[in-house]
């Protein structure tokens, strides 16, 4: 299977299929509609990029089946600000198309929500982070053949050449922790709460050497 693998830079083209991706892990909802489901998964996806410097995809089979994108807090850490502008401004088209609709509107709350949690998950860390895994995912269907521990080793290597030390992520009971747990990280902080059906998730922010 690796070697059947590609690694390169995100391009635009690689959107649809990597928002399919986050549709199926994070918002196929009962109840929720195909259409909302996509527009918020894109959403989530522009987001993401919005705050990244840097962004790897796997291909196979000539498509995007995994991702990492990072963001580096260090002097030298190129910046992205038209592609910043455009992300922007594709997040405010997609809400506004989800505004009129009852499921819309939950859905972009269920959201604000979650980045509530987060900041509440950092907030007060001691810790001097030097960069942080924005957006990591791998296609559920190949999971377990190696193409997490590609992209994860990759953005190490170049977390190590920016010189950056220590890192965070966020990341969810929705997720294989374990594979954080695996590689060394640290559990730092939990914190539990309802936002996707009735049962509660916990959300948790983990710390990681570079």
Same mark, same amino acid.
């Given at each position: ?11 635009? #083209? ?7 991706? @986050? ?33 790897? $995809? #796997? ?14 807090? $260090? ?12 992300? *922007? ?9 989800? @505004? ?6 939950? +859905? ?6 979650? #980045? ?18 924005? @957006?990591? @995912? ?9 193409? +997490? ?13 920016? +010189? ?6 966020? #990341? ?10 695996? *590689? ?23 710390? +990681?050497?570079?």
């Amino acid at each position: 299977m690796n070697d059947s693998i590609v690694l390169r830079p995100l391009r635009r #083209t690689d959107y649809p299929a990597l928002a399919e991706m @986050l549709r199926r892990m994070w918002y196929a909802e009962p109840g929720l509609s195909p259409s909302c489901a996509s527009r918020l998964a894109m959403i989530d996806l522009h987001y993401s990029m919005s705050d990244s410097t840097s962004a790897l $995809v #796997t291909q196979h089979g000539g498509k995007p089946v995994g991702i990492i994108a990072t963001h580096v807090d $260090v002097p030298g850490a190129r910046s992205r600000r038209r592609l910043f502008n455009w992300h *922007r401004e594709s997040i405010l088209r997609l809400a506004a198309s989800l @505004l009129p609709s009852a499921e819309g509107r939950d +859905g972009l709350r269920k959201m604000l929500s979650l #980045t509530h949690i987060d900041a509440k998950l950092l907030h007060g860390v001691q810790s001097k982070f030097d960069a942080e895994v924005v @957006l990591f @995912l791998v296609d559920e269907s190949l999971r377990g053949c190696g193409i +997490g521990r590609i992209l994860f080793d990759r953005a190490m290597e170049d977390f190590r050449k920016a +010189g950056v030390r220590r890192y965070f992520l966020f #990341t969810d009971t929705r997720c294989d922790v374990g594979f954080y747990d695996h *590689r060394g990280l640290s559990r730092l902080r939990g914190r539990r709460a309802a936002l996707y059906g009735d049962a509660p998730e916990t959300f948790y922010l983990y710390e +990681g050497l570079a």
